[in-house]
């Protein structure tokens, strides 16, 4: 089992940045892949970025590639979105997710990650 808790949203204008935390319990926080979702009020859950264990490798969404990274610190069992040049469309609650594991063939997919946190609220005015 993970527990996992966001953190680090808020309300900003756009063009400016955010970065947004997630807090896993659990001593085996390496061994799972970790990813960033969104959803916006009437629209579905989208994926982010995500991120494999161990090795850094990173998949982004195009809408995030080039201002979004995602990052983790295994010794401190959390993973990071940092989020630079905000859009309106920004706007969403953000999620984290854990998975055993990713390949380039499912890590966009929502079922694949075993494990939701409750997410946290991105508003970005215009």
């Known amino acids: 089992q993970v527990q996992l808790v966001e953190s680090g949203g808020g309300l900003v204008q756009a063009g400016s940045s955010l970065r947004l935390s997630c807090a896993a319990s659990g001593r085996t926080f390496s061994s799972y892949a970790m990813g960033w979702f969104r959803q916006a009020p009437g629209k579905e859950r989208e994926f982010v970025a995500a991120i494999r264990g161990t090795g850094g490798i990173t998949y982004y969404a195009d809408s995030a590639k080039g201002r979004f990274t995602i990052s983790r610190d295994n010794a401190k069992n959390t993973v990071y979105l940092q989020m630079n040049s905000l859009k309106p469309e920004d706007t969403a609650v953000y999620y984290c997710?854990?998975?055993?594991?990713?390949?380039?063939?499912?890590?966009?997919?929502?079922?694949?990650?075993?494990?939701w946190g409750q997410g946290t609220q991105v508003t970005v005015s215009s």
């Open positions: 997710a854990a998975a055993t594991t990713i390949y380039y063939t499912n890590y966009s997919k929502r079922g694949t990650y075993a494990y």
